[in-house]
């Protein structure tokens, strides 16, 4: 068997099993992640010359350069079968092995990843900052292209996407769709930040922030009229928060917190969980949208505080994720023993379910 007819067969069986990921480690079969757990493949086990081969087969000279010179690498590529994916290479005992991520063909309904309503409502701000949190593997990139496709339909726009790599591609609708990829269109995030405002956009969409020069230029385009959707890995809305404004110091904190203070417009934290039956997964979130007390609370850098208004906004469809995962729980779509061990306070929820 030749390594083409493998990678083949094994992403026939991803597609089969519909995995989100394939994981091809030396030393063991081929494992994939389905509803969130790793399942092994019944074959052999895989060596270190066998997947040199098949992911060597997969670049182009001058990834395969830059691989071998830092190491690591994450592409984009189509496939008859699974469709787009996204592959990052990586080495382990000096040899290169792969994780392959599913990304779909379509964009799936709002009702059918679980996201509330209050997430149309932002992607409809004509302006301002949009954050996706959460873990990795959260469903933040498809919550990010499920924003896009909603302002696609329905905005004559222009929209310009930064990513590393380009996950779903999207046709223009009503508005014209840019996609630049990382290492393919542009050097870098920054460097692609810094010229976008030049490409006369509406929306900026930057797959993730990841440096301070990053987090400034998304919150000068966000106050300049631009609606900025960018996503972050941080585990709760007052961590999020935190993690940006603690970047900086200084003069330059208290500037980072005005401009978050005016130009943000909503927070959204993400987890996938395993549904009670384990044969599909559930989203959970953290939901924040910023309103007069949220802006003040931020303006005076009392981030603590922001809790209360997760609290108390439920009317405005703001909710903390243990909130969620009491509502999830009640309505019989994961288990107690799911639900506490992703709750903020456990003892508390606890309590409120016995």
Avoid at 163 to 186: G, M, R, S, Y
Avoid at 331 to 354: E, Q
Wanted: glycine share 6%; aromatic share 6%.
């Amino acid at each position: 068997m030749n390594t083409p007819t493998l990678l083949d067969r094994l992403l026939e069986t991803a597609a089969e099993f519909r995995a989100s990921d394939l994981h091809v480690i030396a030393g063991v079969p081929a494992a994939y992640r389905v509803n969130g757990e790793i399942i092994f493949a019944n074959s052999d086990v895989l060596t270190p010359e066998l997947i040199m081969e098949m992911a060597y087969g997969l670049l182009n000279p001058l990834q395969r350069e830059k691989f071998e010179r830092e190491w690591e690498l994450c592409i984009s590529l189509n496939h008859e079968r699974t469709g787009r994916m996204r592959v990052t290479f990586y080495r382990h005992n000096g040899s290169p092995e792969m994780s392959l991520r599913f990304c779909g063909d379509r964009i799936a309904t709002r009702k059918e990843l679980g996201l509330p309503p209050k997430i149309e409502e932002l992607a409809r701000k004509p302006n301002g900052l949009v954050l996706i949190c959460g873990p990795t593997g959260a469903g933040k990139t498809t919550t990010l292209n499920y924003m896009v496709d909603l302002i696609n339909r329905e905005r004559r726009c222009k929209i310009v996407t930064i990513e590393d790599p380009i996950e779903f591609v999207h046709q223009n609708q009503k508005a014209i769709v840019v996609q630049q990829e990382v290492l393919t269109d542009t050097h870098s995030f920054n460097s692609a930040l810094m010229h976008v405002l030049r490409q006369d956009p509406d929306v900026i969409v930057v797959g993730e922030i990841r440096d301070p020069e990053a987090v400034m230029t998304a919150l000068t385009a966000a106050e300049t009229g631009h609606l900025v959707l960018t996503t972050l890995h941080s585990p709760n809305v007052a961590q999020t928060m935190e993690r940006i404004v603690g970047v900086f110091e200084g003069p330059a904190q208290r500037q980072i917190i005005l401009q978050l203070a005016n130009s943000l417009q909503g927070i959204i934290v993400q987890d996938l969980l395993p549904s009670a039956d384990r044969n599909s997964r559930v989203l959970a979130y953290e939901l924040l949208m910023a309103n007069g007390a949220v802006r003040n609370l931020i303006r005076e850098n009392q981030i603590h505080m922001l809790e209360n208004c997760l609290q108390t906004g439920g009317k405005e469809g703001m909710t903390t994720m243990d909130n969620c995962l009491y509502d999830l729980y009640c309505r019989c779509l994961i288990s107690y023993d799911t639900a506490v061990s992703r709750a903020k306070h456990p003892d508390r929820f606890s309590k409120r379910a016995g």
